[in-house]
C-alpha cells in the first residue's frame, strides 16, 4: 500500500472516530496530525497492519475505536 493510501485510510479512520478520540490526548490534533505523528513515530509499514488490524476487529463486530485508543496509550507511555 503506497503512503499515500495509507494517510488517507488513517484520516478517514480518526475523522469517523472523532468523538471518541477527544477523550485521549490526541483531542486537540486533527486526524491530519494524528496520521502524521503515527506514521513518524512507528513507520509507515506499522501503520499500515494496524489498518489491517481495524478492518479484521470491524468485520468481526469487534471495537476498533479501543484498539485504536491502546495504541495510542501505549506510544505515549513509550
Same mark, same amino acid.
Given at each position: 500500500m503506497? =503512503?499515500?493510501d495509507i494517510k488517507r485510510? =488513517?484520516?478517514s479512520f480518526c475523522r469517523r472516530n472523532r468523538t471518541a478520540l477527544r477523550f485521549?490526548?490526541?483531542k486537540d490534533y486533527t486526524a491530519e #496530525?494524528?496520521?502524521d505523528m503515527l506514521i513518524d513515530r512507528i513507520g509507515a509499514e506499522e501503520v499500515e497492519r494496524i489498518l489491517v488490524d481495524i478492518d479484521i476487529?470491524? !468485520?468481526r463486530g469487534? #471495537?476498533?475505536v479501543k484498539y485504536f485508543?491502546?495504541?495510542l !496509550?501505549? =506510544?505515549r507511555a513509550a
Open positions: 503506497e =503512503l499515500s485510510q =488513517l484520516r485521549t490526548y490526541v #496530525d494524528i496520521s476487529i470491524n !468485520e469487534g #471495537d476498533t485508543m491502546l495504541i !496509550e501505549g =506510544l
